[in-house]
């Protein structure tokens, strides 16, 4: 809570792998996680990534160089986000408690 929020397991429980991994590119990045940061989750195996992936609620400098950015939440949807960051979770799982609150749809703009 108030930290991130996290999805992209493909059998919604949480912790869940997609099967495969991707060579994490975070290294050598430049960009900084800021609140509205996208990036890819690790992978059990460390330097790789896979299906889940996680928005930045807030500056997360632990995260530069070490979580692979793919994008930025605009601005304009950002409070959407910071309603979902601010929702109670379980204590022992970490999720919502609201059950409403699932990953939907996902739309990724390329801009150039």
Known sequence: KGGWI?????????????????????EGQT?????????????????FTGSQFFIDLKRQESHDKKFTIIGRVPESRMDVVRQIGADETDK?????????????????????
Request: glycine share 12%.
């Open 6 to 26: 996290q999805t992209g397991c493909p059998y919604d429980l949480g912790f869940g792998h997609a099967g495969y991994a991707v060579k994490s590119e975070a």
């Open 92 to 112: 022992t799982t970490d999720r919502p408690l609201k059950e409403e609150i699932r990953l939907k749809e996902i739309k990724i703009i390329v801009v150039k």
């Open 31 to 47: 960009a900084v996680h800021d609140a509205g940061t996208v990036a890819m989750s690790q992978n059990l195996k460390g330097g």
